[in-house]
C-alpha cells in the first residue's frame, strides 16, 4: 500500500533496512530490526476480536467538514433504534474527535462507558503533547469503571480518543506512527462484544488513520465504506482520489452520500443551493465512476442544532426531509450489508 | 541537489509568513487562503501561497491553476504564477499528480518529507506575504511545516471555525497547538456566519451561531469577523475567479476585506 523507495530490497530480504535506498524509508527501522519479514502480529489478533462483530462499515471523504462524523453518528442512531442490534461508533480522528460531543458526550472520560470499554489491559494515555512524545499517565480500568455512569443507550456503544483527554482544550499534536498505534489499540484493545455493526468514522484524507484502519481490518473483511460529499466541485474532486483510495486498498464501496444538497428556507420554503454542484454533484460523479448513490440529503439547519446539542436529529426532527433522506440511506446500508452476510463459521457461536 | 541547510535560501525574500489553520475540516481555510491572498495582492502585494494540504489539494483550482506543470531553476521548484502579472505564486502538490483523481497515500514520515522540500527548494523568491493553507488538524503536515518555517519566524496564524460549537470543540485544540509551537494567533475567523435566503432575505443560521465569537472569548484571541455563506463566493471558487474584483456587492466581502486589513496591519513581520 505505502510507496517503496526504489531500489528497495524487499521487506523480507536480509538486506531490508539496511541497503542505501533504505535511507529515509519510514520503515527502515522495522525492516532493520527483521519485523517486516512478519506481518504485524495485531492483524490476526484484530481478526479473532472482530468475529464477533458482523459488519463494519468505514465512513470515509477524501474532504473535511462534509458531515463524516454528523453521518456515522446518526447511523449509529438509526441502526441501534432496533433494540435488538448491536452497534458500536468507533472515531478515528484522532486530532479532531468530533463524535463525543454530536453523541452528547462530552465530558464523559471513557471509565464512564459501562462494558465497551471493560478490559484487562492497561492503557498508556498521553494528554497534552509536543513532538516527541512521551507515555505518561495509566488508566486503571477496573477502578474507573466503578463509576457506573450512563451508556448512550444500552446498545450503543461509542469510542473515541475524546474521551481519553481530560480538558476540551488539549491538543493531540501526533505524528503518523503514534496515531496508528493507537488505532489498533482502539481496534485491539477495546472489548467491543458482540456487534451487529461496528461503524468507524474517519478523519478527512487519504493517510495514516486511514491506511492503518484497512490495514488492521484487513483479515477481517470490512464490509465496506461509506463515502460523504457534498455538490462542490471542490468536495467532488477530493472525493474522487478517496474512491481510487478505495480501489487501491481493494475497500468495497457502498456507496455515496450527498450532504448539504439544497437548502429550503425555514421561511418561503424556496429552495436555494448553498453549494452549488457546478459540475452535477454526487450524481454525475457517481453516473461517472459507476457507483451506487445512496442518497441526497438536504442543508437543514436543525441538523447542526442537533449535533450541537449531542441529541439524534432523528428523533429531533423525525418527519423532516433531511431525516427521511438519512432513513433511506441507512437502509440501503443494511441492505448491502445483508447482501453480504458473512459465512456461518465466521461467526462465533453461542 | 542536496538542499543547504542554514542557508536562508528560498525564504530569503519573504516578509510575513501566515499559517491559515482550523482543528476543523471544511470550514474554510482554503477559501481564506485564497480570499486573503487575492485581497492582498489588490492592496499592491506580491503573495506567495503554499498549499500543503496533500490528501486534498484544493488552492490550484481555486485560482484556475490546474494542470499547470512546475518548473526547475537553479534553486529549486519554481511555483506556480496564476496571474500575468506575477503577483501570486502557488505551490501544491496538486501540480505533481499525474492524473488529478490520483490520490496521495502517503503516510507521515513522507508528507513531512514533501512539506520540507515545499519550504526549503522552491524559489519564492521576494513575497510580501506567504500564506500557508494547511489540512485539518494537528499532525504531521503541521509540524512539519512549523519547523520548517521556523528558522524563518515569527510566524503568524489565521485560525478559522464555523459558529457550531462542534467546530469550536476541535478550533480551541488547534490554538493549543498555535500556543505549543509559538504561532502568534493574528485571529479567528468565523466561516459561514448564516445564509441570507435570496428570495425572502430572511437569514437563517445554517450552521449553529455564536462559535467564532465565544472561541475568541475562551480564547482571548482577537475575533476578525464573520463571513456569511454565499453560494456566488463558492461558485467564484469552483470557477477560480477574482472573488474581491468581481463580487464587491457581495455579503461576503465585508468580512473578507477587513479581515485582509488585520493581517496588511497586524501580521508579525520578520526582522531582517
Known sequence: MEEVPQGCPGTGSAQAGRGASCQGCPNQRLCASGAGAAPDPAIEEIKEKMKTVKHKILVLSGKGGVGKSTFSAHLAHGLAEDENTQVALLDIDICGPSIPKIMGLEGEQACALGHVFRTDTVWACSTVLSP??????????????????????????????????????????????????????????????ELDYLIVDTPPGTSDEHLSAVQYLSAARLDGAVIITTPQEVSLQDVRKEINFCHKVKVPIIGVVENMSVFVCPKCKKESQIFPPTTGGAEVMCQDLKIPLLGKVPLDPHIGKSCDKGQSFLTDAPASAAALAYRSIIQRIQEFCGHHQPKEEHLVGS | EAAEAAEPGNLAGVRHILLVLSGKGGVGKSTISTELALALRHAGKKVGILDVDLCGPSIPRMLRAQGRAVHQCDSGWVPVFVDQEQSISLMSVGFLLESPDEAVVWRGPKKNALIKQFVSDVAWGQLDYLVVDTPPGTSDEHMAAVEALRPYGPLGALVVTTPQAVSVGDVRRELTFCRKTGLQVVGIVENMSGFVCPHCTECTNVFSRGGGAELARLTGVPFLGSVPLDPELTRSLEEGRDFIRDFPQSPAFPALSSIAQKVLSEAPARLS
Open chain 1, 132 to 193: 516527541p512524545v512521551y507515555l505518561s499517565a495509566s488508566i486503571d480500568w477496573a477502578t474507573l469503571l466503578d463509576s457506573g455512569t450512563q451508556f448512550v443507550e444500552d446498545n450503543l456503544g461509542v469510542m473515541s480518543v475524546g474521551f481519553l483527554l481530560s480538558s476540551p482544550d488539549d491538543a493531540v499534536i501526533w505524528r503518523g506512527p503514534k496515531k496508528n498505534g493507537m488505532i489498533k489499540q482502539f481496534l485491539r484493545d477495546v472489548d467491543w462484544g
